[in-house]
């Protein structure tokens, strides 16, 4: 079956062919070029975050943040169970180890369970806004206020939710908000973490080029070209935003009163149109047939191979995780696509 309207496609009616175009004439492609500090200063700009850091992706950009505020072996750092595997994949990635965290029934983060798993070697918590819904970040700051915890949040999936955390991560990869193909930027605003930020994403250099390297870096930079598209879509991302929203809206209203489904908690930003379904992988099949492509919710992080030491605790995010999905989510799709696909999920519980 052909795909009509996928889950996700970037969009793309700004400058950014312009600026590829300007990067490729120039001949300044790689991270030198001059994109990249343009895109930076424009994302922190938006954000009202003094210094932007952009990268590789958000699980790279997820990866820094957590280097930069010296989290490693022996730390441990709280992860919600309801999330991308990445969040957690960065904790490993440093040594230290994710401890998990189930969700509430916003999918987010359910920050009364928190203080339960803090221990003496807690050194973070990263919430994530979880589809574009915001987080109870005062309870996560009050939380790390007390034990002395940094907060790197996770914002791969909610730009344009303000940014209040030592660190947030935003991924730029295709499906995302605004895209880059691949990429990520840390916000901060604290001038030695960004400038902790940068000496890891580029090798870890000393400021001499000496070749002398004291830490373990990375190659975690982003290119000319990548920034390029990414500033060209930040210039354009209120009206993304403000668009997606109109698409909310539109789903909402399509799909109100079905018997069969859950509609969700409002978002704070779109990024993708979830709910709950009866029958759920029926109703994927039949809307697959019209060529309507969906994806299912996240599993959570300690139902996943690589974490089942932190043993199988009953979890709301097993719950949401066997009878969600989300539907179509992009900037460009057309109103008349909304009521089909809306239409379609009515059809098939009007039919059973
Ligand atoms: C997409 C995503 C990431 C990873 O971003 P990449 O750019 O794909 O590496 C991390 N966390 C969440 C919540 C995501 O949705």
């Known amino acids: 079956m052909t795909i009509r309207y996928p889950v996700s496609q970037p969009w793309l009616e700004g400058r950014e062919l312009d600026y590829v175009t300007q990067t490729v004439r120039d001949g300044w492609l790689s991270s030198q ?10 994302f922190a700009d938006y954000n009202g975050i003094a210094h932007g850091v952009a990268c590789s992706s958000g699980t790279t950009a997820l990866t820094l943040a957590l280097r930069a505020l010296g989290i490693g072996p022996g730390d441990e750092v709280i992860v919600p169970e309801f999330t991308m595997i990445a969040s957690a994949w960065a904790v490993t990635y440093t040594g230290a180890t994710p401890v998990f965290v189930d969700c509430g029934d916003d999918l987010n983060i359910d920050a009364s369970l928190i203080e339960e798993k803090i221990t003496p070697r807690t050194k973070a918590i990263m919430p994530v806004h979880v589809y574009g819904r915001r987080c109870d970040m005062d309870a996560v700051l009050n939380l790390a206020y007390e034990y ?32 880059s193909g691949e990429g990520g930027i840390c916000l901060t605003g604290d001038a030695r973490l960004a400038a902790q930020l940068k000496h890891l994403r580029g090798m870890a250099f000393d400021p001499g080029h000496t070749f002398l390297h004291k830490k373990v870096g990375y190659n975690f930079r982003m290119t000319s070209m990548q920034a390029a598209v990414a500033l060209a879509q930040t210039e354009r991302l209120d009206e993304i935003l403000a668009r997606r929203r109109d698409i909310e809206k539109r789903y909402d209203d399509g799909l109100a009163g079905i018997s069969g ?13 979830d709910l709950r379904a009866e029958r759920r992988d029926e109703l994927r099949a039949f809307l697959a047939e019209a060529g309507i492509e969906t994806r299912l ?39 008349a696509d909304q009521i089909f696909i809306a239409g379609k999920v009515r059809e098939f519980y009007a039919a059973a």
């Open 33 to 42: 070029g001059p994109f990249v500090g343009r895109f930076e200063q424009a």
């Open 148 to 179: 002395n915890l940094r907060v790197v949040e996770d914002s791969a999936e909610a730009h344009g939710v303000r940014p209040i955390g030592d660190i947030a991560c935003f991924s730029l990869f295709g499906n995302k908000i605004i895209t």
């Open 261 to 273: 489904i859950t509609l969700m908690p409002a978002r704070d930003v779109l990024w993708m149109y």
């Open 297 to 335: 919710f996240f599993k959570p992080m300690s139902r996943q191979p690589g974490y089942l030491d932190a043993g199988w605790p009953s979890l709301k995010a097993s719950v949401f995780s066997e009878d969600g999905l989300y539907l179509p989510t992009y900037t460009g799709l057309a109103e």
